[in-house]
């Protein structure tokens, strides 16, 4: 019995240590790229401002490319779950709630999301971003404009509200997010209709 517990407790603390190492890698991943590209970051970088150890390192990631992907796929997930959860909602409210909950999402993970959007980022990421959201019916049914007939014209609407949402998005981290969520949610909406 006192065994059972003992290698339970041993499991939780590796959990918890995991957790906290993973985390400390992402963070120092992120910080380093606030400065410069992922092509200039060594896994030593990292490593040394995480203060974790190589071999560390390499139990959870095969190198920072990994590390980055990881990253990004996690961001993609999210995003993805959240267009999920409100296909549905069809309505003006339920559409402006789904900004809403992107935009907390972004407040809590501004750092990560600024790094990923920004020149230091992985231009296939933001490629891959835009692409998911282009396809998914949510976006190209009812944050374009609704008179358009044509498939293919909606896609280049859908394009270009997608990407001036991320660039509004990307001026609005880069200034502290310095417009509540509700008003800038309703600002979003506003302009892809």
Avoid at 6 to 28: G, I, P, Q
Avoid at 92 to 99: A, S
Avoid at 122 to 146: A, G, M, P
């Amino acid at each position: 019995m006192k065994k059972e517990k003992a290698a339970e407790n041993s499991a939780v603390k590796d959990n918890r240590k995991t957790r906290y190492t993973k985390r400390a890698l992402r963070e120092s991943l992120i910080e380093l790229m606030e400065s410069k590209s992922i092509l200039r970051i060594t896994i030593k970088d990292i490593c040394d401002l995480a203060d974790i150890s190589r071999s560390t390192f390499y139990t959870h990631y095969d190198d920072q490319y990994d590390l980055l992907r990881q990253i990004e796929e996690e961001t993609i997930s999210y995003f993805e779950e959240v267009l999920k959860k409100y296909d549905r909602k069809r309505s003006k409210r339920g559409i402006i709630e789904m900004i809403e909950e992107i935009l907390q999402y972004i407040i809590c993970n501004s750092n990560s999301i600024q790094v990923l959007m920004s020149e230091n980022g992985d231009i296939d990421f933001q490629k891959k971003f835009v692409s998911r959201f282009l396809h998914h019916l949510q976006v190209v049914n009812y944050l374009t404009v609704k008179a358009v007939e044509d498939p293919k014209l909606r896609e280049y609407y859908a394009v270009y509200i997608i990407n001036g949402a991320m660039a509004l998005m990307q001026h609005w981290i880069k200034n502290n997010m310095n417009i509540p969520v509700p008003i800038m949610a309703k600002m979003l909406l506003h302009l892809t209709q």
